[in-house]
């Protein structure tokens, strides 16, 4: 679930720009099979939308060197709004 979480939250930032506090409000994952306790495990983040106050992604999390996922995650995020001074 970090691993979700964390290729989400930098994958946004990638997009959005450093924006500070960008939060998950939001984070729903489904284990789909047991990963091998070998090999590390990759996430592979594609954004669905970014609007001005939310974010939403998608994770499919992978075992190192297996073709199917080990889980799926969508996280939604919450980006403040931009502070005019």
Do not use: Q, W
């Not at 489904?30 to 495990?41: A, C, G, T, V, Y």
């Not at 073709?67 to 969508?74: E, R, S």
Request: charged content about 20%; some cysteine.
């Amino acid at each position: 679930m970090t691993v979700a979480d964390v290729a989400l939250y930098v994958t946004i930032l990638g997009e959005i720009g450093l924006v500070p506090l960008t939060v998950t409000t939001n984070l729903n994952i489904n284990f789909l099979r047991k990963p091998s306790p070998e090999n590390d495990i990759i996430g592979k983040c594609k954004l669905i939308k970014i609007g001005r106050s939310l974010a939403v992604g998608e994770v499919f999390l992978y075992s190192e060197g297996d073709k199917d996922p080990v889980a799926h995650a969508i996280g939604t995020y919450s980006i403040p709004p931009k502070r005019i001074n």
